[in-house]
């Protein structure tokens, strides 16, 4: 039996824009164009929930082919309120062929989606749908990338603090001596003064011992924190650096899930975490701030600040968005930090989010409509 809330209809749009002034210097980045994968889910009663990925390494045909073979056969003809239930066939069904990376992935486009059609329905924004713990919540500027150097960095940082955010981030490793990286930070300190928070991302790029080295030095300037500072599967790594630093040592965007993440809950040593919306959705997030919760362990999410802000809004244990300022242009209504260094989710159905449609109709690359 059909209802309102049967879906009928996966839409994808794959885009290819291209960046708001200058590609981000980041060392590890090299896209000449902003890649972006949007899904459209249709029910029969004419709801329309919006996902939308930006992967950051290509694979939009790749997310494409995915959903058209391994996600849509178990989406079709189900209610769009089961999201739980669709999230786990989605996973149990697609266990063998990666319980990790494009299929995990495409499946968070589904779960987010499915979550904006729920909010539509009830006529809530997703933070009051979910129970609202705030409706304010701080940021920190990202952006201070390692490929714009020393003046690059400090003057991205005084865009950010002009804005009225308390906080920046700034990135270190990959390009240059970890000796360098330190000399970079004690500059940003001298920049900003003691009123503002430096977060410091590694990007994974040192080893352990190379982390601890630099780290002490990095202690005397009082950073916020340091971020992903060995690869992701290192976490005898992450406890070792933690052990011997005063900074905290924070992780977690590389991880799929809280079965990634396990070994941060078993050996509590990291004190917040950075779960990406991309691994696991809306869905799979909340549980991570949940699980997180009785350890004191709090959540600074990874990117795609328009749409955690609704997450960080509705859990009790929210640390900072991150306020990656390179896809505002995208909206009808982006989301915007205040004078006062926080964010507030729109209040607008669902996550609140619509293509501005000349993004959508000029820079489209493909895409196909999937109705079972």
């Known amino acids: 039996?059909?209802?309102?809330?049967?879906?009928?209809?996966?839409?994808?749009?794959?885009?290819?824009?291209p960046w708001r002034g200058a590609a981000p210097a980041a060392g590890i980045l090299s896209a000449a164009k902003r890649d972006i994968f949007v899904l459209e889910i249709e029910t029969q009663g004419g709801l329309i929930g919006m996902?939308?990925?930006?992967?950051?390494?290509?694979?939009?045909?790749?997310?494409?082919?995915?959903?058209?073979?391994?996600?849509a056969p178990h989406v079709i003809g189900r209610d769009a309120t089961e999201v739980e239930a669709i999230w786990q066939t989605l996973y149990k069904s697609n266990f063998w062929l990666g319980r990790m990376g494009v299929t995990v992935f495409a499946q968070s486009a589904v779960d987010m989606a499915?979550?904006?059609?729920?909010?539509?329905?009830?006529?809530?924004?997703?933070?009051?749908?979910?129970?609202?713990?705030?409706?304010?919540?701080?940021?920190?500027?990202?952006?201070?990338?390692?490929?714009?150097?020393?003046?690059?960095?400090?003057?991205?940082?005084?865009?950010?603090?002009?804005?009225?955010?308390?906080?920046?981030?700034?990135?270190?490793?990959?390009?240059?001596?970890?000796?360098?990286d330190v000399e970079n930070v004690k500059a940003m300190r001298e920049a900003m003064g003691g009123g503002i928070e430096i977060m410091i991302d590694v990007n994974m790029g040192w080893d352990a011992d190379t982390a601890i080295q630099a780290g002490h030095r990095i202690d005397e300037f009082d950073p916020y924190w340091l971020e992903e500072p060995v690869i992701a599967e290192d976490f005898a790594g992450y406890r070792r650096i933690a052990a011997a630093l005063k900074t905290r040592v924070v992780g977690g965007e590389s991880h799929f899930g809280r079965n990634d993440l396990r070994p941060f809950f078993e050996h509590p040593s990291t004190p917040i975490l950075q779960p990406d919306p991309m691994r696991g959705g809306y869905s799979e997030l909340r549980k991570i701030a949940a699980a997180a919760e009785p350890w004191g362990i709090r959540i600074a999410p990874h990117l795609f600040h328009e749409t955690m802000v609704h997450v960080m809004a509705s859990i009790p244990n929210a640390n900072y968005l991150e306020y990656m300022d390179w896809n505002d242009d995208l909206w009808i209504e982006p989301v915007l930090p205040s004078k006062n260094g926080t964010m507030s989710p729109p209040e607008r159905p669902g996550h609140g989010l619509a293509f501005r449609p000349e993004i959508l109709k000029d820079f489209k690359i493909g895409g196909q409509r999937l109705t079972g």
């Open 1 to 17: 039996m059909t209802t309102a809330t049967t879906i009928t209809e996966l839409r994808t749009t794959l885009l290819q824009v």
């Open 51 to 71: 996902s939308y990925l930006m992967p950051l390494r290509g694979g939009l045909h790749t997310l494409d082919a995915c959903v058209k073979e391994l996600i």
């Open 114 to 180: 499915l979550w904006d059609i729920i909010g539509k329905r009830a006529s809530l924004p997703l933070f009051r749908l979910w129970g609202a713990a705030r409706t304010e919540v701080p940021a920190y500027g990202s952006g201070c990338f390692r490929g714009l150097g020393r003046d690059g960095m400090i003057a991205r940082a005084r865009e950010f603090t002009a804005q009225g955010l308390k906080a920046i981030k700034m990135q270190v490793a990959h390009i240059r001596p970890w000796r360098e």
